[in-house]
């Protein structure tokens, strides 16, 4: 279930029962402050790659939002929606041994009024696409892992650009199959927040082999150095 209660008595608002055999992720709700023709909406993401839209006001299934305010994300995630704009953000849960052809790590986004997909961004990067050059002996191939699997990614606002980390290639602790430094395995990257297209990257391991998995999302912070400011990411 997905409550709302009144923050000054915590008092019960609303209340919305998802159908049996679905869960909510543990990891919250999304608030989406809405646009000048829709209303605030409420994303979360559950069990059986769904992503749930409802109206922020009274708990109901969001019109317009997917099919009666539900979306197939094509994979599963536990994280929150991640809200761009107009765009919701998502990572992917993969299993991490062995290879998952139906599976892939990549990260996509939605639109928040419609639920159609946006974009997707390949972190394993194919045939032309930046970083593919990594991966040797077609080690690419139906390759998983090298996902969001962390519950959140950073938005900068002022820049417009979406960052988020990525993790191991699969299987992650065994890397013969898979020679080069295999971008964008144990990354972080950054990508324009309304088009997912590819902005740059810092790889932290190359041709990861021990799970090096990079957790949280970045935070933003401001360098001063020589009387400027240089904005800035810090990453553990």
């Known amino acids: ?58 708990g109901q299934p969001a019109v317009g939002f997917g099919k009666q305010g539900v979306v197939n994300m094509g994979v599963r995630w536990r994280g929150v929606p991640v809200v761009f704009g107009n765009t919701l953000a998502i990572g992917a849960r993969v299993i991490e041994t062995p290879q998952d052809p139906d599976a892939p790590g990549d990260t996509r986004a939605f639109d928040a009024v419609t639920g159609a997909l946006k974009w997707v961004f390949h972190s394993v990067p194919r045939e032309g696409e930046v970083g593919h050059e990594t991966w040797l002996d077609d080690g690419w191939r139906d390759r998983s892992g090298a996902n969001v699997w962390g519950p959140h990614m950073t938005v900068d606002e002022k820049l417009g650009l ?55 999302a970045p935070v933003l912070v401001d360098i001063q150095q020589g009387g400027e400011t240089i904005p800035a990411l810090a990453q553990i």
């Open 1 to 58: 279930q997905v409550v709302a209660v009144d923050a000054s008595n915590g008092r019960e608002t609303w209340r919305h029962t998802l159908p049996e055999g679905v869960f909510a992720s543990s990891y919250g709700v999304t608030y989406w402050p809405g646009t000048r023709d829709v209303a605030p909406r409420i994303f979360f993401t559950t069990s059986k790659r769904k992503l749930f839209a409802l109206e922020a006001a009274t």
């Open 162 to 216: 979406l960052y988020f980390t990525l993790g191991s290639p699969s299987s992650n602790y065994y890397g013969g199959d898979r020679p080069g430094n295999n971008l964008f395995g144990n990354s972080i990257v950054a990508v324009d927040g309304n088009t997912g297209k590819y902005r740059w990257h810092f790889q932290t391991v190359h041709h990861d082999i021990w799970d090096y998995d990079n957790p949280p």
